[in-house]
């Protein structure tokens, strides 16, 4: 079946330490994104792919960092940079264009120890 | 930047009434998204709106995107205890970017 597979789906970070969520999709999408999901606020956009070898910041890219070596693929680094990295975290891909549904894996719930 | 803003944040809703979740974006939308998260799940895409004044069914639940095109609402009838979740409206202006409301929760009192 396609679909798009996070893991872990449950991490620890400890202080200065950084971590990467992985997301990988058979879907043969072209665009993926990340997203951050806090309690009360949605999803924010932190990073997204519309191509391999090429991505954007989203609206909350600070502390995080990603790279887009192949097409079914889209890892997300959290660096210590990032103060308060607990959250939910939900990887994402869709066909390219406007007018394209995204897909969500299952998500990565991250916490500090 | 774009905001999309979304009422209420919590739905209580008796089993069998019927309820309404608000969208409102700052600017000018070129198309609007749904999508609904169950609890301990990830969002699925429902249905999306490009025309002004478009309305699309889906069984109980009924789409509409504003003459402006710059608000939204989700109505859901005879509400049922599969409709338990999250729902989510998402913007699109002229980029690849989604803009996503914070989500209306429901619960449904048996």
């Known amino acids: 079946d396609g679909g798009i597979t996070q893991s872990p789906k449950y991490l620890f970070r400890k202080e200065g330490q950084n971590v990467t969520l992985s997301c990988e999709q058979n879907?043969?999408?072209?665009?993926m994104y990340w997203y951050r999901q806090d309690p009360g606020q949605g999803l924010r956009l932190i990073y997204y792919?519309?191509?391999?070898?090429?991505?954007q910041k989203g609206d909350i890219a600070e502390g995080y960092s990603v790279s887009r070596e192949k097409k079914e693929s889209f890892p997300l680094t959290v660096t210590s940079a990032q103060k308060n990295p607990t959250a939910f975290y939900l990887c994402?891909?869709?066909?390219?264009?406007?007018?394209?549904?995204?897909?969500f894996g299952d998500g990565t719930r991250l916490s500090i120890l | 930047g774009q905001q999309v803003m979304q009422i209420p944040q919590y739905q209580h809703v008796q089993e069998g009434e019927d309820f309404t979740t608000y969208c409102n974006s700052s600017?000018?939308?070129?198309?609007i998204q749904w999508y609904k998260q169950r609890p301990g799940g990830h969002p699925v895409f429902l249905i999306q709106?490009?025309?002004?004044?478009e309305v699309k069914k889906q069984k109980r639940l009924t789409f509409q995107f504003g003459e402006a095109k710059k608000n939204s609402s989700l109505h859901i009838t005879a509400t049922q205890t599969t409709d338990v979740g999250t729902y989510f409206c998402a913007g699109r202006s002229n980029d690849y970017k989604l803009s996503f409301g914070a989500g209306t929760t429901v619960t449904v009192r048996a």
């Open positions: 709106l490009v025309k002004s004044g």
């Open positions: 792919s519309q191509i391999v070898n090429d991505f």
């Open positions: 879907l043969n999408h072209d665009a």
């Open positions: 994402a891909s869709s066909i390219k264009g406007n007018n394209q549904p995204q897909h």
């Open positions: 600017t000018t939308l070129s198309n």
